[in-house]
Structure formats: C-alpha cells, structure tokens
C-alpha cells in the first residue's frame, strides 16, 4: 500500500524513492511483523487462553513429558497471520498478481487449520476434522491458486519445472504442472504440520526457509542477478521477497512466545498456512526442487511417518520408537531444547546447501 501510495510522489518528494527499493520495503516489512507481533502478542494469547480454558488437548500416546503442557493455548498462528497480513499489506506492491497468489494460499490454509484447532478444542481430542476433508480443501485451494499461477505466468515459466545445478533447463510439464504445484504446496503445508511437536522446533527451520526465500525471489525477479547466477529469470517475483520479511519478522515474533516453554502453541491455524506460503512462493520463484534442500528438516520428518506407517503395516513392526522423528528421539531419553536446538542446526546447513544451487550451476 505504501508503494503505491507513496512511490509515484518519489519524483516530487525525494525521502518517498525509499519505497521503490525492494530491500528497503522487504526490511520494513520485517520489522513491522516484529512489532505487530509484540504489541498484539500477549493479547492474543491472554483473548486464547479465555476462550479456550483447558487449551490444545494432549495425545494420550505421545511422549510423557508433553503432559506437564496441558492448559497450554494453541491457535497461535492467528498471531503469525495478523502480523503477517498487516505487514504484507502495508509494504508489497498490492498490484502485484503473485503477492495475492501466496497470499490466497497462506490465508486459505489457515483456515482449514483453524477449523481444525477449532474442532480439537470444541471436542476436546486431538483428531479435528476429518483427515480426507481436510485434504480435499488444502487440494481445491492450491488448485485454484496454480491455475491463477498458469494464467498469469509466461511461458515456457507457466508449467516448466527448474531443476537445481542445471543451467535454466525448464522441464515441460504441461497439463501436469497444476498437479505438481498443488502437490507441492500441500506436501509442504502438511510437512511443516508434522514438524511442529515441539516447543520452537517449526518456527525457526520456517524462518530459516522464508529468509532463504526471500533471497531468492529477490534474485530470480532482478534480470541482472537471474541472468549472472543463470537462473530462471520470472519479472515480478521480487515482490515476493517483501513477503518473506513479513514472514521472517512474524515468525521472529512468534517464537518469542512459543520458546520453551512455550505460552503458546502454533496450531494448525500457523503451520498449515506458513507452510503452504512456502510451498507457494517456491512454486512460483521456479525453486521447487530447491524447496526440498532448504525444507529438509521437514522432508525428514514427513519421510519419517511415511516410513514408519508403510513398515506398521507391511510388517507389523515399527522403525522408530514413534513418530514424527522428533518424538522417536524424545522415546530414546533427548530432552526437548536438545532435540529443537539440534533439528535448528540441521534446518540451517540444509538451507545453505540449498542456497550453493543458486551458484554451482
């Protein structure tokens, strides 16, 4: 909004040219979030905490040590979305087609988690709605947004498929890239979903990934950088990287509530919907693959539960002592701040081997 308030004055009133630099507006959109999420933080959750009484409820088959968290609030994401909706609003180029596009899936996703959070605690059990319903509206918003994605994207960048250490090869997906994208968007909201078991253990690998994100959409929108790093160049995706601050900044902001211990809890409400924005923007930056390097963390933990369901059933026996990954090591007598700060650590040298694709081509 200020961009397109203030930018076109820019050549009237000098201090206004600030807006028409991308970095300039992607670091005020990441300090915004962080003060939005201060300032509305303890309200939200104290407003949490008497609407929902005895909090998120507790898996009885999980790690005993997560008991002693009963009470704790959850639906915290709807922290992460204000700050980030504000933010995104108030720096981004509201005329830009890709801004709205993350933006649909972020917000449309967060609404099915929070009709999720909202069945767990109105029920009082940790099921919320049906698995394949959920599925269902995660699929029809992320085919609704790579569709608008196909039309408004030039080809042969519409449906091709980068692939990292290559040179801008594009791989022709043609009709199969709407199922791709949709795949990709729903894979990475619900691995970011499986990754949040513990207090802090999403945010940061989150705002690891949106950073790096940011980087790249900032990168694959300016020719001049696309083309030196021999990137696919995709005009108007710096834009995104306005996105990305927000993000940072919101995620940044969360975490100072959901540090252990935690006063409160993402919910599906944050993780369905920052994971979906991920998903997104890597979908529309042509860095899908890269996704799965700078996400690895959440790769790993998706992989994890595949791995131990698939072996249940084809053999009866278990791989780990339970899943997601997280809680197999909490089984094997980790305590909680060295499973997070070790899965942190992990999170952040997948994202720099993530990033070394943009250069070894």
């Given at each position: 909004?200020?961009y397109?308030?203030?930018a ?13 630099y ?11 979030a962080?003060?939005l999420s ?5 309200r ?18 999980g ?56 069945l767990?605690l ?14 269902v ?18 080809e042969?960048?519409?449906t ?14 043609g ?12 894979g ?76 409160v ?7 369905l ?15 899908e693959?890269v ?6 963390l ?20 278990r791989v ?24 942190w ?8 081997i ?8």
């Open positions: 909004m200020l397109n308030l203030l076109p004055m820019a050549d009237d009133f000098q201090a206004f040219n600030l807006f028409r991308l970095t300039f507006r992607t670091g005020g959109a990441m300090m915004t962080l003060f201060f300032l509305f933080g303890p939200v959750i104290n407003w949490l905490k008497s609407q929902q009484g005895a909090g998120q409820p507790i898996r009885t088959d790690p005993e040590s997560h008991l002693a968290k009963a009470g704790t609030p959850t639906m915290g994401g709807f922290l992460i979305l204000l700050a980030l909706c504000i933010s995104t609003l108030l720096w981004a180029d509201l005329k830009n087609g890709y801004v709205w596009i993350v933006m649909l899936v972020t917000f449309g996703f967060g609404a099915v988690g929070f009709g999720d959070d909202y767990k109105s029920k009082r059990n940790s099921k919320g709605l049906p698995g394949k319903l959920k599925l509206c995660e699929i029809a918003i992320a085919g609704i947004a790579a569709w608008i994605l196909v039309n408004i994207t030039n042969p960048l519409s091709g498929l980068a692939v990292p250490f290559l040179k801008e090869l594009l791989i022709p997906l009709f199969l890239f709407i199922p791709f994208a949709i795949f990709v968007m729903v990475a909201s619900n691995a970011v979903n499986l990754t949040d078991g513990l207090d802090g253990l999403a945010i940061v690998p989150v705002m690891i990934a949106a950073g790096c994100f940011g980087f790249i959409a900032y990168l694959s929108g300016n020719a001049v950088f696309a083309n030196y790093l021999q990137i696919n160049f995709v005009p108007g995706t710096g834009e995104l990287a306005v996105f990305c601050g927000a993000l940072v900044g919101a995620s940044l902001g969360f975490l100072w509530y959901n540090a252990p211990p935690a006063m809890f993402m919910g599906d409400t944050g993780s919907s920052v994971g979906g924005a991920l998903g997104a923007i890597s979908v529309i930056t042509k860095h693959l996704l799965a390097i700078i996400g690895g959440f790769v790993l933990e998706t992989v994890s539960v595949i791995v131990q369901v698939a072996s249940f059933k084809l053999t009866g026996k780990f002592a339970m899943a997601p990954l997280h809680h197999h090591f909490e089984k094997k007598g980790w305590s909680e701040p060295t499973i997070v700060i070790r899965f650590i992990i999170a952040a040298i997948l994202a720099v993530g990033l070394a694709t943009l250069k070894l081509r």
